[in-house]
Nanobody, 121 residues
Framework: QVQLVESGGGLVEAGGSLRLSCVTS????????MGWYRQAPGKQRELVAF???????NYADSVKGRFTISRDNAKNTVNLQMNGLKPEDTAVYYC???????????????WGKGTLVTVSS
């Protein structure tokens, strides 16, 4: 069983900052990448940022220069520092992990339940 638990969402004024964190727990052999997606009301879920193991992070164009993703491999956590928040960043933010539970398993995608970020104008 694998669990991803997000924290750090909330209400912030435009221009403010929030830091999201996600902890992955359970029977895990290897985490091959972790990231954040978001889904605004009435819209499809979209990539915010993703950081593969041993690779450089990639960001959605809309958040480049404002958001920073980081991983703590020892703690199986991924963080998202969000600065310069805009009302259009309002969404439910989901943590995502690409991982193997056992050495012979293929990599699978796992999701957290999401945390709400609301940016007021």
């Amino acid at each position: 069983q694998v669990q991803l638990v997000e924290s750090g969402g909330g209400l912030v004024e435009a221009g403010g900052s929030l830091r999201l964190s996600c902890v992955t727990s359970g029977s895990i052999f290897s985490i091959n990448g972790m990231g954040w997606y978001r889904q605004a009301p009435g819209k499809q879920r979209e990539l915010v940022a993703f950081i593969p193991s041993g690779g450089a992070p990639n960001y959605a164009d809309s958040v480049k220069g404002r958001f920073t993703i980081s991983r703590d491999n020892a703690k199986n956590t991924v963080n998202l520092q969000m600065n310069g928040l805009k009302p259009e960043d309002t969404a439910v933010y989901y943590c995502n992990a690409l991982l193997q539970m056992r050495s012979n398993d293929p990599s699978r995608v796992y999701w957290g339940k999401g945390t709400l970020v609301t940016v007021s104008s």
